[in-house]
């Protein structure tokens, strides 16, 4: 299993879940802006391809300890666990995988908070620009909210923006993969509410998708890690997803 943080969570927020899965090999992976985030987030936003920097660098790192964990043992199954902003990692590399050999690296993704695209998180910032730092309960004064979530505001924050780069979204990612998902979303997520979830949920094979819904914020998933565990621990193990719907329904009885 490779387990990847939130933005801009540091590894250590990833430890509950190599002590979740302690019946894994887990490897949690580092990103380098770990602990200076704003100063690496500055820098990006002044280099010639602002924040895509952000979100394209790490890709080859994580493709590389990826490939190390599939070629230290012969793994029967590869695991890409992630949250928020490491989903989209994930998506691509698996996307990419598949559009160039046929198959991907992953056996099967568990994506936690994944957002939709990069347009649906600059408008989410501008709903409260105080999200990006506290993802789960955001917090910006009213006055502050009104200025950047009004029609006028919003639109002229996302012409600018987008005038720097091209909106990101993952849904080409999920049109074509094949492989099995389990999405976990979060009921009280301000950073991804239920509109922006649905889009994700339309956007991918109804045949290799689940979705644990609970009751929690944006990233914070794991208020009953029995639950947690025991779902995605069933979802790895079905080698097809009726298997995996069948065996839930039954410990529901």
């Known amino acids: 299993m490779i387990a990847a943080p939130a ?11 190599a002590k979740m899965f302690s019946n894994y090999d887990v490897i949690i992976f580092d990103y380098r802006w770990e602990g200076q985030y704003i100063k690496y987030l500055i820098k990006s936003i002044l280099m010639r391809k ?17 490939r ?3 070629n230290k043992k012969k793994y029967k199954k590869i695991v890409g666990l992630g949250e928020c902003y490491s989903c989209f990692h994930f998506l691509k590399l698996q996307s990419d995988s598949i559009n160039k050999t046929g198959s991907g690296l992953f056996t099967h993704l568990i994506l936690d908070s994944p957002w939709y695209s ?28 009104w200025c950047t979530n009004n029609s006028i505001s919003k639109n002229i924050i996302l012409r600018l923006f987008f005038l720097l780069m091209k909106n990101v979204s993952i849904e080409s990612y999920l049109s074509n993969l094949k492989t099995p998902v389990l999405f976990v979303h979060g009921q009280k997520d301000l950073f991804v509410p239920n509109n922006h979830f649905n889009k994700i949920w339309n956007a991918s094979d109804n045949q290799n998708r689940a979705v644990l819904s609970t009751p929690y914020k944006h990233s914070d998933n794991l208020g009953n890690k029995k639950i947690y565990r025991y779902i995605a621990e069933t979802f790895i193990a079905s080698d097809k997803m009726q298997d995996f719907a069948k065996k839930v329904s039954e410990a529901c009885l």
């Open 7 to 17: 933005l801009p969570a540091a590894k250590e927020s990833m430890e509950t879940f």
């Open 50 to 66: 602002p924040v895509q920097k952000v979100l394209f660098d790490p890709i080859q790192e994580l493709k590389i300890v990826l």
């Open 68 to 70: 190390y964990a599939i």
């Open 118 to 145: 990069l347009r649906c998180f600059v408008e989410r910032i501008c709903y409260d620009p105080f999200l990006p730092m506290s993802p789960q309960d955001g917090g910006a004064p009213k006055i502050v909210k």
